[in-house]
């Protein structure tokens, strides 16, 4: 099988079977072209009034998982400069608890899925290392809070400073960490940005064991967020990453998603983003 990932099929499987939000989104990844408003109006329904976006379709509750899924969203649109994007990041940066990290809202308790369970540690990491990374990378783009500034997390630094702390406090000593799979290359990314070389580095270190068994979108989530925080694509985890997405891509272009096949022009795009080369204005 080919070491190569094939971006033109997987851009096929996009337009062929992506809807027009999704289609956007592969456009502005391809080529940073600005994308229609009722496009990004359609993308950013069902926020919340307090700035949040709610678990299920018209739920009352926002959900920090069903936030940062929305946010990574938004991301490829270009949009986290936006008013919706910017009031969902000040939302997030209010819920951070006294010791730096996030919960879900204990009304979520029975809806939310194990990894975002209200009052379970291994969600409460997740979440965390999920808060911060988005806070992280947009909050340059988040005037709500504040002047801008060159600090990591802009208006979010002192939000951000802390959600690195609450993490790197639970790591173990061989870099491992107390939850989700996924909560390992968040709370990595997080580290890295915020000047945290060595802890990151042995978080990555343990994720580079497990490339071989990752499942394709794992692979591809894995690689979009440490390329979003700009670690290098030389590095050897996402060169690993990169070679796992090419052992699994299928023939038609896509990429199997881990929570249905709804979700795989979702996982395709991570992939694109993961592997295309980089596009200086759709950053």
């Given at each position: 099988m080919s070491a190569v990932v094939d971006l033109d099929a997987a851009i096929g499987f996009v337009v062929a079977h992506g809807d027009a939000v999704?289609?956007?989104?592969?456009?502005?990844?391809?080529?940073?072209?600005?994308?229609?408003?009722?496009?990004?109006?359609?993308?950013?329904?069902?926020?919340?009034?307090?700035?949040?976006?709610p678990a299920i379709l018209d739920g009352a509750v926002g959900s920090v998982d069903a936030t940062c899924y929305r946010l990574a969203e938004l991301d490829d649109l270009g949009?986290?400069?936006?008013?919706?994007?910017?009031?969902?990041?000040?939302?997030l940066a209010a819920r951070q608890l006294p010791d730096g990290g996030w919960d879900e809202a204990p009304a979520l308790a029975d809806l939310a899925?194990?990894?975002?369970?209200?009052?379970?540690?291994?969600?409460?990491?997740?979440?965390?290392?999920?808060?911060?990374?988005?806070?992280?990378?947009?909050?340059?783009?988040?005037?709500?809070?504040?002047?801008?500034?060159h600090r990591v997390?802009?208006?979010?630094a002192g939000v951000v400073q802390?959600?690195?702390?609450?993490?790197?406090?639970?790591?173990?000593?061989?870099?491992?960490?107390?939850?989700?799979?996924?909560?390992g290359w968040l709370c990595a990314a997080v580290l890295h940005?915020?000047?945290?070389?060595?802890?990151s580095a042995r978080v990555q270190a343990v994720l580079a064991e497990r490339i071989p068994r990752m499942s394709?979108?794992?692979?591809?989530w894995l690689?979009?967020?440490?390329?979003?925080?700009?670690?290098?694509?030389?590095?050897?985890?996402?060169?690993?990453?990169?070679?796992?997405?090419?052992?699994t891509q299928r023939s038609d272009g896509g990429w199997d998603s881990d929570d249905g096949h709804q979700f795989d022009v979702h996982t395709t795009l991570r992939a694109i983003r993961a592997c295309r080369v980089p596009v200086t204005s759709a950053d």
């Open positions: 999704e289609r956007a989104r592969l456009s502005r990844l391809r080529t940073g072209a600005p994308v229609p408003v009722e496009l990004l109006d359609t993308a950013e329904a069902g926020q919340a009034p307090d700035g949040g976006w949009a986290l400069g936006r008013p919706a994007a910017r009031h969902a990041l000040d939302w899925p194990e990894w975002a369970r209200p009052g379970d540690p291994e969600a409460r990491f997740y979440l965390t290392a999920n808060a911060g990374f988005w806070l992280t990378v947009a909050g340059l783009d988040a005037r709500a809070g504040g002047p801008l500034d997390g802009g208006a979010y802390a959600a690195a702390q609450a993490v790197a406090g639970q790591l173990g000593p061989d870099g491992s960490w107390p939850s989700f799979l996924p909560a940005r915020q000047g945290m070389y060595e802890e394709a979108a794992d692979a591809a690689a979009a967020t440490l390329r979003r925080v700009e670690v290098g694509e030389e590095q050897w985890l996402l060169v690993s990453a990169r070679r796992r997405l090419a052992e």
